[in-house]
């Protein structure tokens, strides 16, 4: 077997189902195949979760790296033993379990910026309990943006057949038009060419959606269009870069999916979102753009209605390993 990048996978929040998702995905083939897979999280909650789901994983339980053995009959878990598991009541918000999923992705972080894992792929986290222990980001996203120094990151969404990029994510719907700016658009331009590049397709072809109704039906329904979108598509085009735009939201999507387009640029969170999840759910995964970095992640919140009763799907997981060690190979991974 040839060599195979090492990908860190954070557990995520403990009450949700990282930790299911987790085990499930270890007792994957898949997984293996394409990776050495090494677990950063709580070895003690991580046990429970594999006993939960009935994976004949024993594991193997280390303080440093230089301990992994990288064996599928006993995968590796960098032990942060930062989870109480009297406390931990699964399904809950709880500060404690946001301050651990943050600890599990500072690790991960740390050992990527030293060149000691390929990448990243990360397990859900949960917003309120992020604020609940005084995390100052909302996400991941902003989260590791400031970790790795990164000045303009942003999401993509992919799915086979589908891939979509943010200009705007945690945004307030009344509050995402002020935000529809020239540079903003750009910029995410230039993060998703560069992206798709760095993904194997040297000439990506970019859809620029509308923010408003109808594309704005030249001013009636919006200026943004005029004033921001197609200013940006146009700036882009003189740079060489294949984006076209704005195209209503209405169609662009469809025309992305039928094969016209390699990416959606979308102006905010749930007009992309919807799309993706409702195209391939089960599948998608997110790639964060901009970082010096690998890393991916589940396309899935911590869904604590049905965490720690073993019926959550480890596919999203187990695509956001697959991607991450792909990226990897593509940046020629040094491990």
């Known amino acids: 077997m040839s060599k195979r990048p090492i990908i860190a996978i954070t557990m995520g929040d403990p009450a949700g189902v990282g930790p299911e998702v987790t085990a499930k995905a270890l007792a994957r083939d898949e997984v293996w195949d394409c990776c050495r897979p090494f677990v950063v999280g709580d070895a003690g909650v991580l046990a429970r979760a594999v006993a939960l789901v009935a994976a004949p994983l024993p594991l193997h339980s280390v303080a440093e790296m230089a301990e992994a053995c990288f064996d599928p009959a006993a995968p590796d878990v960098l032990n942060l033993h930062n989870v109480d598991p009297v406390a931990l009541q699964p399904g809950e918000v709880s500060a404690a379990a946001?301050?651990?999923?943050?600890?599990?992705?500072?690790r991960a972080v740390a050992l990527a910026l030293e060149g000691r894992v390929d990448g990243i792929a990360t397990g859900p986290i949960n917003k309120a309990a992020l604020q609940a222990a005084g995390i100052p980001y909302i996400g991941h996203t902003e989260l590791l943006a400031a970790l790795t120094g990164a000045e303009r990151v942003t999401t993509m969404l992919a799915t086979p057949g589908l891939r979509v990029v943010h200009v705007t994510r945690h945004v307030p719907l009344r509050e995402v038009a002020a935000h529809i700016t020239r540079k903003q658009v750009l910029e995410t331009i230039h993060l998703t060419d560069a992206g798709l590049r760095e993904m194997?397709?040297?000439?990506?072809?970019?859809?620029?959606?509308?923010?408003?109704?109808h594309g704005g039906d030249e001013g009636l329904l919006g200026r943004e269009e005029i004033e921001a979108i197609r200013p940006a598509v146009e700036a882009a085009q003189a740079e060489g870069i294949d984006a076209r735009g704005p195209i209503p939201a209405d169609s662009v999507f469809f025309r992305a999916i039928r094969g016209e387009f390699d990416?959606?640029?979308?102006?905010?969170?749930?007009?992309g979102h919807i799309p993706i999840k409702t195209y391939g759910f089960k599948c998608s995964v997110t790639v964060t753009l901009g970082l010096p970095i690998v890393r991916t992640s589940v396309d899935h919140g911590t869904a604590f209605d049905i965490a720690w009763?073993?019926?959550?799907?480890?596919e999203s997981l187990v695509e956001a390993i697959r991607l991450a060690a792909w990226l990897a190979s593509q940046r020629g991974f040094a491990s």
């Open 98 to 106: 946001g301050q651990t999923s943050v600890d599990y992705v500072k």
């Open 200 to 213: 194997g397709i040297p000439h990506p072809r970019l859809a620029i959606a509308a923010l408003n109704p």
């Open 263 to 271: 990416a959606v640029v979308a102006m905010y969170h749930d007009q």
């Open 309 to 314: 009763q073993g019926v959550a799907s480890e």
